[in-house]
């Protein structure tokens, strides 16, 4: 039986893909290393683990069928950018991956969604997070700025493009995690390192409260974190996030997700939020 959702708590509304074809077949980041093996089953039992978790905080879990040759296709947030009803697509920089662009937005048009074609290179949930009124944005690695403006025509929401500098903390959901996108309350957490001096000042202006995550929640990609404003699911070795997440008032939920690091990815990677109109 699934636990009902707090009151004062929305419902979150997810699209997940399971890892039937997950394997590190190339490197595009440097947690991927092709001689290290991996193990198909321990990612899709983790993967189960961490939809369930979702069912059982009372979320709603929506599943895109895997293909196979798209061994990253479980990083769903990487498959489009979902604000207010509308569905912005993916278009990735490597070409390994550029055909999960098309299949995410298929899998948006044929559930009567208008979804909108990107012009500019852009990873989805990876690099555009959407924090209260306003849309952090990532480039540096991935995202180009352009994509960044493009966002902010179709959305009519403030876009604010922060530059990411460490190659380990190439989207920016792997460098910033949203707790809270309350737009009376935003909060957020990041990791310093991951962003170029004008952008830290940029976040520290925007975000005075923020929690400042560790060397070690940044190594365990604690960063790359589901919060539905109660409950923050995150890596089991991101202790120190997990301790200052309690101490405002979250639940942390630790949920190993270690056989998908290999790839690069926690659960923020897994979890594409759909967000309907406002
Ligand atoms: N191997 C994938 C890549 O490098 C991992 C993507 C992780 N996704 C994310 N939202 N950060 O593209």
């Known amino acids: 039986m699934s636990t009902p959702v707090a009151p004062g708590k929305t419902a979150r509304h997810y699209l997940m893909c399971e890892p ?14 092709q001689r290290r093996p991996t193990d198909t089953q321990r990612a899709i039992d983790q993967w189960r683990h961490l939809r369930d978790t979702y069912l059982e905080l009372g979320h709603t879990v929506e599943l895109i069928p895997p293909l196979e040759g798209l061994p990253d296709m479980v990083y769903a947030a990487n498959g489009a950018t979902v604000v207010d009803g509308l569905v912005y697509s993916a278009r990735f920089r490597y070409p390994q991956r550029q055909p999960e ?7 948006f048009a044929d559930q009567g969604f208008v979804t909108h074609t990107a012009a500019e290179v852009n990873e989805g949930e990876g690099d555009l997070l959407v924090v209260g009124d306003v849309i952090l944005a990532g480039t540096g690695f991935r995202t180009d700025a352009s994509a960044h403006h493009e966002l902010a025509a179709l959305t009519g929401r403030e876009v604010v493009t922060l530059e990411l500098v460490n190659p380990s903390y190439y989207h920016l959901d792997t460098a910033l995690a949203v707790l809270s996108s ?19 000042t940029e976040l520290e202006r925007r975000f005075p409260h923020a929690i400042l995550a560790s060397d070690r929640d940044a190594a365990a990609l604690g960063l790359n974190a589901v919060s539905d404003g109660e409950n923050v699911v995150l890596a089991p070795g991101a202790v120190d996030l997990a301790e200052a997440v309690r101490a405002r008032g979250f639940t942390p939920i630790p949920v190993d997700t270690s056989e998908l690091l290999k790839g690069g990815g926690g659960a923020k990677c897994c979890t594409l939020e759909i967000r309907a109109a406002r």
Do not use: C, H, R
């Open 182 to 200: 309350d737009p009376s309350s935003p909060q957020i957490a990041y990791y310093p390192p991951a962003f170029s001096p004008a952008s830290l």
């Open 101 to 107: 662009g098309p299949a995410y937005q298929k899998w």
């Open 20 to 33: 039937t074809f997950f394997t590190v077949a190339y490197e595009i980041n440097p947690w991927m290393d």
